[in-house]
């Protein structure tokens, strides 16, 4: 699974968020993206890293960001997720997981001795010109937001 660098262009997409709105990366160029993958919606580790968002989007908005997640969920199961616990943001169905993979956070897992292929919990950050400022791969729950904060307040000293 090929992984991207800070530098590289951020991998283009246009999918439906859980209000069955289209969203682009290229129509949030100007501003800085905090994108964040899970695996599964309304599971524990998943509502903490989305929760955690949640509660830390005044933060990240004082920095300019936008928040997105993005899972192979339906985005009617993102919708019941999203209002069960008051998430704000938008969440992005992947379904095919074609973003997923070009973002290099599609791979296989081991869970009890399984393999299976699913998401690999991973974070990016996105500048306002659509460049990776930082990529987090495998990623904790609780890691994403002070990753993802330091991240985004390194490009506002760099601008």
Excluded: N
């Excluded at 968002?53 to 985005?75: F, H, N, Q, T, Y």
């Amino acid at each position: 699974m090929p992984q991207l660098h800070p530098g590289d262009v951020a991998p283009a997409f246009t999918l439906q968020d859980q209000d069955g709105a289209t969203v682009s990366l290229a129509d949030l160029r100007g501003k800085p993206v905090v994108l964040f993958f899970y695996p599964k919606a309304d599971t524990p580790g998943c509502t903490t890293q989305a929760c955690s968002l949640r509660d830390a989007e005044p933060d990240l908005s004082a920095l300019d960001a936008v928040v997105i997640g993005m899972s192979p969920d339906k985005p009617e199961k993102q919708k019941k997720w999203a209002d069960k616990h008051g998430i704000g943001y938008r969440l992005l169905a992947d379904t095919d997981h074609a973003v997923a993979e070009a973002f290099g956070v599609w791979g296989t897992k081991k869970l009890y001795g399984r393999e299976y292929d699913g998401i690999v919990r991973s974070a990016f950050v996105i500048d306002a010109d659509g460049k990776i400022a930082d990529a987090f791969y495998k990623v904790s729950p609780k890691d994403t937001v002070p990753k993802t904060t330091k991240a985004l307040q390194a490009l506002g000293s760099k601008g």
